[in-house]
């Protein structure tokens, strides 16, 4: 499983684990490997090129942790990312309030389905669920046999009959059947075609109204690379897909169908078949297969540490400042930096009792610029004590960043409202961590 990809992107890392800084270039190198590496796997173009525009803003952005090397940091970027790609994290199968919950497994010929039917019922089973199979391939005499044989070898009663012509009152003499058994999950095996055609549609259309599945589980196999992701689209224009599973991972290099697949569906691989067995089955875990491809496991757990580290020392650095009352404007553009790296402001504030007030004050992209620029034009005296900026100093201010006077007068009203703001919510925090200042009885006595 991801092999070639694994080692295309361990080549970009050995190549950036020299450089002592992160800049815009060699990003863009890595970038272009980390690009190629994608394409060679078979993800689609479009999909790449979302994830290496994110992959080089984030790298960009990304401030300079002294223990942390600037390959390291890419390394914790390209897992972030692939995390995300492969849809954050793994989607449970759902079962119904009412019993039975029914699965339809659809697919097309030699994906896997009937195989997965079996491992999908034995791994129900091991979590001491009472799984039954119908076998509702008409089509194929062969196939209800090895659905069969499949199940006695597991342990698992099923549902099949010889010669019906109507797949869909056979899959109801069926649900009867495991219904007078009190199983509680029907797993169905549909039949499938070479292509998705119009006739296999029409009866799995029909199957997924009558039955109202509580999930129609796509079966793709893995070594189809993009094309499992037509095979997608095509099946969830007329069924209602809940899922995707993907069989063969065992058998396939590049990994391009299980890094495309929620990308252009939005829709959750749950779990991938990985041998031939029954019990070859595991649960998809976006995380678990990043650092299978990245194989770095150990390079994003410390860097996820230092981070960590870093803002918590940042934070001890502002209280420390704040008690001192030597909050300044540096501060205030790294507090925006953090606050927009986090998201909207308006939320956050929203978030913390008492600071209703602060809900003007939205820092959009726009504003943000303008504040940076106005702080970046000021000197480091200027920064450190804002009280000398007098008349002549913020016209000088407000032409070298391009903005004005008016704009340079709105961001110190503001400087001074944050500082209030934070020097409150510092009192606020410390209040809650020490009962002693909590209540005025308290401190007296303290
Ligand atoms: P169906 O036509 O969709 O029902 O496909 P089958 O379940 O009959 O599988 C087709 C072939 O693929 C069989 O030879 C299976 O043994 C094989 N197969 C299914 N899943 C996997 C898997 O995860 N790994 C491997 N290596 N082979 C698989
Ligand atoms: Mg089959």
């Known amino acids: 499983m991801f092999e070639a990809i694994a080692e295309r992107l361990s080549e970009t890392f050995r190549s950036l684990a020299g450089r002592a800084r992160i800049t815009e270039a060699n990003v863009s190198d890595a970038v272009k490997d980390v690009r190629r590496a994608l394409l060679e796997a078979d993800v689609n173009y479009k999909i790449v090129k979302d994830f290496t525009e994110r992959v080089k803003q984030e790298a960009i952005g990304q401030e300079v942790i002294k223990s942390v090397t600037p390959a390291q940091l890419f390394v914790k970027i390209i897992y972030d990312e692939l995390v995300k790609l492969l849809g954050e994290k793994q989607e449970p199968l759902r079962f119904s309030a009412i019993p039975p919950t029914i699965y339809m497994i659809v697919g097309l010929n030699g994906a896997g389905k009937t195989t997965f039917t079996a491992k999908l019922a034995l791994y129900?089973?091991?979590?001491?669920?009472?799984?039954?199979l119908i076998a509702a391939d008409i089509y194929r005499p062969a196939a209800a046999e090895q659905l069969a044989v499949l199940a006695d070898k597991i342990g698992i009663p099923y549902y099949r009959e010889d010669g019906a012509d109507d797949a869909i009152a056979l899959v109801q003499r069926g649900l009867a059947a495991a219904k007078s058994q009190a199983r509680e999950v029907v797993i169905i095996d549909t039949a499938g075609r070479q292509t998705p055609d119009s006739d296999l549609m029409a009866e799995l259309k029909k199957m997924a109204e009558v039955l109202n599945?509580?999930?129609?589980?796509?079966?793709?196999?893995?070594?189809?690379?993009?094309?499992?992701?037509?095979?997608?689209?095509?099946?969830?224009?007329?069924?209602?897909?809940?899922?995707?599973?993907?069989?063969?991972?065992d058998g396939d290099a590049r990994g391009g169908a299980a890094l495309s697949l929620r990308a252009a569906t939005g829709l959750p691989i749950k779990f991938i078949g990985t041998g031939e067995k029954p019990e070859d089955l595991s649960a998809f875990y976006p995380e678990r297969i990043a650092s299978r491809i990245l194989g770095m496991g150990d390079i994003v757990s410390f860097v996820e540490k230092a981070q960590a580290q870093y803002d918590a020392d940042k934070a001890r650095k502002l209280q420390e400042k704040l008690s001192k009352n030597k909050f300044d404007l540096e501060d205030m553009l790294d507090q925006l930096r953090t606050l927009k790296k986090m998201g909207n402001i308006r939320e956050l504030l929203a978030m913390i009792p008492g600071f209703s007030q602060m809900k003007d004050m939205d820092i959009d992209e726009k504003t943000f610029k303008h504040i940076e620029a106005i702080i970046l034009s000021m000197t480091?005296?200027?920064?450190?004590?804002?009280?000398?900026?007098?008349?002549?100093?913020?016209?000088?201010?407000?032409?070298?960043?391009?903005?004005?006077?008016?704009?340079?007068?709105?961001?110190?009203r503001e400087f001074e409202q944050m500082k209030k703001l934070l020097r409150s919510l510092n009192k606020f925090q410390s209040q809650g961590r020490d009962p002693r200042h909590a209540h005025p009885l308290f401190r007296r006595k303290g």
């Open 380 to 412: 480091p005296e200027e920064r450190r004590n804002p009280a000398i900026i007098n008349g002549s100093r913020r016209r000088r201010i407000a032409m070298g960043s391009g903005t004005s006077v008016q704009q340079v007068n709105q961001l110190l």
């Open 124 to 132: 129900l089973k091991s979590q001491g669920r009472a799984p039954f």
């Open 213 to 249: 599945p509580t999930e129609v589980l796509l079966v793709l196999d893995a070594m189809t690379g993009q094309d499992a992701v037509t095979t997608a689209q095509a099946f969830r224009e007329t069924v209602p897909v809940s899922g995707f599973i993907l069989s063969k991972m």
